[in-house]
């Protein structure tokens, strides 16, 4: 008999938008049974959750460090096995930490840490421990994202030599254009948010995108932020020109005043065999170029996919799966890996995902700051 | 506490589609928990599943009527509540009829029996029943569907006069153009698969698309089938000119070898102050279109749109739900009244949609049989 | 040196639509000079006309009669070749006729005559004399429409087994509503306009894009046309069950009150190797489907395309072209016939697409007044 | 009587596309009549092209000098009026300034010279004289780019704040990748094609949408090109970051490598009210982007488009008109110009867009090669 594996999620409570996204996720594919956690530092909004999506609540503990010590406490065999973080981001780095360090297995919100410098720490925690780390970078999970990945591997493109890959959302328009709103909204107060908006909130979304897709790392960036108002602090618009190596340049632009736009990230990768595109509001067509044959359109589902891309769907070609079904194909890689079975790299973003994030979030704001200078990526 | 519905599940074990689809559309609002049922007739599969999924297999049971037998036994409390029927189409009937009987709620897949006077005698039983029956006519619960419904509704569209739907499927072809699989493959047997293949599998979503959708009923239909070879008994492609009244006129176009298409219902609908346009492939996109005014572009979870489309929504726009998202809709729909909670009418499909349906697909096959003429379909 | 073909006009003058489509495609291709014509039955407008587009005024005649009259009088090579007869529909049989029967060479618009009877007299005089007969059905003259022609003719699709065409528009909506102006519409006039609106109007174009993508013929029909209102004599929305053979059928459904539609002309072709579908308003894509393949987009321009789609472009890929270009490929057409130039079947609809386009119209008409039964078309 | 202008065309002969474009496009509106010209440095390719598209060859002259000195001699009311100047890019300056000094209005094909400094001799010479200049940027011609520079002008954005625009080709990959190829193709040396080739050639489209659309002035660009291979010489790919001011930011995108793609010219512009998108190779489509209403389409013809754009469309909607008809309505608003009418700002670009392209060929090329640094645009 498969036993669900025990995930505890910290995070996430009340009408959170993340926590629908992965407790669904966590379901879909009979992997998981939600055993616990702290849904909100609020006790009464904690339990209360919990009794509101029909928990049993004796493991909802009061707040995080109890949660790791009484799990502990349990024999292996009864104790949470995998923990999700989706609490506020400055906590995701001494969560991460503590669970790692406590033998916990942790899938992890992005971005992963507030810092590169804690990324690196995160980095070497894990190295030290046994246990899996996975980060959300929810699109990885799209059969079509995943399939682009086996085709750029099989060498369908040739050598890569541009991409350009944005990311537009239009939503904070309503607080920005609010000389009022953009003074107190915690969005838009580095204090409350981290040094970064838009970068770290999408921007980086596109930047592990190409790589993740490619496999190619970016040398070195250039970045361009708008603010839009002198009072605002915050990067709400920002251009990142990147380089792979001298002659492999790409674009990644992320845009958070994009006037309505919802969530369009999209990415385009030119090589000299062939090009494709990919559009993650209508993530289920894969679009192939060529200068010289038709173009062709690749869906879900179908046996020409990799194997990859056939494992993350469900349904036959023509059943729409969307955001839900991306992010659960990321947890039932960590549920692979959790399990000692075998899987497959690109079945779910790794730590050196989030190494590699922190530091394009970093070298943004410094390229920015100095003047739109090329600076270079650290691992 | 809320507590979770307790659901059992007839049939949908191994890898069957339809059984994906129900579990993960029974776990998406947390509103249901699986607690046992009848996966598949032989005992070793069915236990097996059960295990797979990582389910307590004490109430997995050998076969429907032990189900029943012992459900029944324990107190109302710990009793499942909601049986799902997702065995062969000729089962349909026989097992909703004795749990109805019974006193359990159903959620039944489509076909809803295999005659008309079987889904007569159905209705019958409910009305004499205190129970909630729901049949899953999928596609009723996309967001932009029930936003279709809601729109018509309040008069967006004005008088309707012209409809027009289709489901186009080519997966027959591969089956249809080899006389060796078309003799031997159950599909396209009557004996095993009923009077009907395309109508009775397709043709009676779309049909119901357009009851759905605006209200209104179909008076009488002509059908043509096309059989492709003469060896074929069943229908695999069927067109049904349909009136609603003398000026109000509609189609119904459906095929399974219509080649390469993969799963695509779509729905035209034209009234004397606008018209609307869907497509069950791009399910987040509704056009609204009018003779002089740019067309308008509905998508989901703006909060332009109707509460009965915003409830069906779970993430913000631009983050793309799928089929099991609209599945899951109507499981919330049946959880809430089951509950005894308020819902509203287009939650979920009912009994009268099954009673229609069935006519829709009888009197087809009678038009079409008597040499393609009009005949009145019956309530 | 090429001396540009002489070129007259019956029609168009003012500010005929049809009348610059006609115009500026016999310029495109450097083929032509208009020489004359009669543009108008009103003398000054007649010669307003010619004058504001910029004409020598010596050869517009004040009728058709005096045209040929005069015409007939020039030594051969002064006088007009070839004649676009873009007048009323009842006109252009009489025109034709003797246009014919005097020795030029015709372009025709469409509807070619107003009864099959009238179109089988024009065939065959036609027969008789040496001239070239186009029709205009425009859209054939689309490069993917080419392309969809010499794509089936090499067996692309295999064995076709359904077509599915629509011509939908909404424009007659602002007439039909309005319960004075549909009375007093000469469109909506029988006496004025014939016996059919929508069939004669657009749903023979819709019919003839199959027989001319496919080379095949359609056998019999079964229409249903809407009124929409008790007191209107003209269908405005028809919808044709096709027949090819027994197992070979199709449908054509057409409409001037599917609100908000432009000029919606939309083909699906089904075979049991591949499918294809194109869309008028969006005439530089064709889309190649499979069962197990990825779709396929055809563009004009590129050198997979067939000579005959080629030969329609004139630009590279990428630059769009449209109605006009269309048009002109069918005058161009002409020019290589009327020279003595080689062409090839399929550079311009004949004498025989306008026979069987008549039948068409009359016997959807005979369909529907008779209670929707088959009946089956001419040669 | 309206009487036609006098067109005479400098290159363009042979099968040059250029010279289709031009040509076709003077004669879709009725007003001009080619007169003669140089087609060609070729005498007997110059004679052989006017004979091939039936012009009379009494005023096809043997060079350039030739054609302004006899042409100067005729009477006025005789002389050719209009010249088009599609010759190399070198020639475009010298002919200019000699036709402009001579009294000639001009139609120049882009670049408009070859140096800034050029560009600003030429704006010298026009101001002392009286004749109408127009530069073919022709995608300004199009019916929705007209609307979105009228919706724009009329505040449908409100204040706008990001602009992104691409222009990406692929064309350039059959010559790049091919050591010999690119050593020896004229596109790529600098001797016979200039300092830029994607930036002169495209990039400068790009540019000139955003001037036109928006009548906003970019003030300061970042350039960073790709030549990717080290013994290329010419940009093929280059991005431009762009600033309005410090809170009005752009991006202009363009490639020659990006594979697969044709000719895919695509504005964004974000504004406080609202955004729009628009695509070449769809022309007829203008999205209308709102963060809380749904995204309106607009297409042509439709009486709420501005006038502007519906001076430039001659059919009624669903009838696509494509690049011929954009140049053509160029060609029309240079018409009403040199006849003395009304017309308005946007029907055709001026010498202002040939400056201000000129300075940003310039500026890119040497913001990129002092190491991608911001430097300011002249006027």
Redesign the interface.
């Known amino acids: 008999?498969?036993?669900?594996i025990k995930l505890g999620i910290l995070g996430g409570g009340g009408d959170s938008?993340i926590g629908?996204?992965h407790?669904?996720a966590s379901?879909?594919n009979?992997?998981y049974?939600i055993i616990g956690g702290v849904f909100n530092p609020v006790w009464e909004e904690n339990i209360g959750f919990a009794?509101?999506?029909?928990l049993p609540t004796n493991r909802i503990y009061k707040d995080f460090d109890t949660l790791v010590h009484e799990e502990l406490k349990l024999p292996e065999n009864e104790r949470i096995q995998v923990v999700s973080i989706l609490t506020p981001n400055f906590l995701h780095f001494p969560m991460a930490k503590k669970l790692i360090d406590s033998g916990f297995h942790v899938i992890c919100e992005k971005p992963m840490t507030t810092t590169f410098d804690e990324a690196k720490t995160l980095e070497s925690a894990l190295k030290k421990s046994k246990t899996i780390f996975a980060l959300t970078h929810t699109y990885t999970g799209y059969p079509m994202v995943r399939q682009m990945r086996e085709m750029i591997k099989s060498g369908t493109?040739g050598k890569i030599?541009?991409i350009?890959v944005?990311y537009?959302?239009?939503?904070i328009?309503?607080l920005i254009?609010d000389s009022e709103k953009r003074k107190t909204t915690w969005r838009l107060d580095p204090e409350k948010s981290g040094a970064s908006c838009c970068v770290a909130d999408i921007g980086v979304h596109a930047f592990n995108l190409i790589e993740f897709t490619t496999g190619l790392e970016v040398k070195s960036i250039?970045a361009?932020f708008?603010?839009?108002?002198?009072d605002n602090k915050m990067d709400i618009?920002a251009?990142m020109?990147v380089r792979i190596s001298?002659?492999v340049?790409g674009?990644v632009?992320s845009?958070q005043?994009?006037?309505?736009?919802?969530?369009?990230l999209a990415i385009?990768i030119?090589?000299?065999?062939?090009?494709l595109k990919w559009e993650?509001?209508?993530?289920?067509y894969l679009y192939?170029?060529?200068?010289?044959?038709?173009?062709?359109?690749?869906?879900p589902g179908?046996?020409?996919n990799s194997d990859l891309s056939l494992d993350g769907t469900?349904?036959?070609?023509?059943?729409?799966?969307?955001?839900?079904?991306s992010m659960s194909n990321i947890y039932k890689g960590v549920a692979r890996a959790v399990r000692g079975q075998k899987y497959n790299s690109g079945e779910f973003p790794t730590m050196k995902d989030g190494v590699r994030g922190m530091s394009f979030i970093e070298k943004s704001i410094e390229s920015n700051s100095k003047g739109?200078i090329?600076v270079e990526l650290k691992n």
């Open positions: 008999m498969v036993k669900k938008l629908v996204l407790r669904v379901f879909i009979d992997d049974e009794k509101e999506i029909g493109l030599h541009k350009d944005q537009y959302q239009g939503w328009n309503k254009h250039l361009d708008n603010y839009l108002y002198s618009d251009t020109l001298e002659h340049k674009i632009r845009s005043i994009a006037t309505g736009e919802e969530n369009n385009s030119y090589g000299d065999k062939g090009g993650q509001e209508n993530p289920n192939i170029l060529s200068d010289d044959k038709p173009m062709q359109v690749y869906k179908h046996a020409y469900k349904l036959p070609p023509g059943h729409p799966e969307g955001i839900f079904d739109n090329w």
